[in-house]
T-cell receptor, first 110, second 111 residues
Framework: EDQVTQSPEALRLQEGESSSLNCSYT??????LFWYRQDPGKGPEFLFT???AGEEKEKERLKATLTKKESFLHITAPKPEDSATYLC???????????FGTGTSLTVIP | DGGITQSPKYLFRKEGQNVTLSCEQN?????MYWYRQDPGQGLRLIYY???????QKGDIAEGYSVSREKKESFPLTVTSAQKNPTAFYLC??????????FGEGSRLTVL
């Protein structure tokens, strides 16, 4: 069964304290793995797409990596404006379906 | 600017009423999706459409209906048969490389 599990559910960091969010997945055929940022009451905002193990993408303080079983979203020296819920999703070859994790709620304290 | 527009942002429904959520996109994407988001749960697929005049049920289609008469529009009707409709509803479309782009969402509350 295709599924996505994110951990931790919630993370509180001091400003400047780097950390990583995890996304573990099982999928019959991976077309792509996606990271999104979601602010309260808003739609998810696209961050990254990763297609194959070993691939890395960077954007400002965020870096996403991918292995055959999981992806990490590394946050370097976070700022309060990075506070949001980060969602991971996989796009399966089977039936053109997207599977979403439940997200990690990140709070960065000044 | 290109994007996905959902309306209304907030909607209240009385018991027994049908309500329709609007979703319009000017991204020229073929595929469009409706998701439901509840606290503590991942996004769940309600319906999706890959082409005009064609759509498929997702994992939680019961109590919902859609139409796709135009490429730009994919409205979702929440019928009285949906027993627990209070949720945040998200419309999305995807690019040729598979990235989903979302609207700002519609929050439906049952009174």
């Amino acid at each position: 069964e295709d599924q996505v599990t994110q951990s931790p559910e919630a993370l509180r960091l001091q400003e400047g304290e780097s950390s990583s969010l995890n996304c573990s997945y099982t999928v019959s055929g991976l077309r792509g793995l996606f990271w999104y940022r979601q602010d309260p009451g808003k739609g998810p905002e696209f961050l990254f797409t990763l297609y194959s193990a070993g691939e890395e993408k960077e954007k400002e303080r965020l870096k996403a990596t991918l292995t055959k079983k999981e992806s990490f979203l590394h946050i370097t020296a976070p700022k309060p404006e990075d506070s949001a819920t980060y969602l991971c999703a996989v796009h399966s070859n089977t039936g053109n379906q997207f599977y979403f994790g439940t997200g990690t709620s990140l709070t960065v304290i000044p | 600017d290109g994007g996905i527009t959902q309306s209304p942002k907030y909607l209240f429904r009385k018991e027994g009423q049908n309500v329709t959520l609007s979703c319009e996109q000017n991204l020229n994407h073929d595929a469009m999706y409706w998701y439901r988001q509840d606290p503590g749960q991942g996004l769940r697929l309600i319906y999706y459409s890959q082409i005009v005049n064609d759509f498929q049920k997702g994992d939680i289609a019961e109590g919902y209906s859609v139409s796709r008469e135009k490429k730009e529009s994919f409205p979702l009707t929440v019928t009285s048969a949906q027993k627990n409709p209070t949720a945040f509803y998200l419309c999305a479309s995807d690019t040729s490389t598979g990235e989903l782009f979302f609207g700002e969402g519609s929050r439906l509350t049952v009174l």
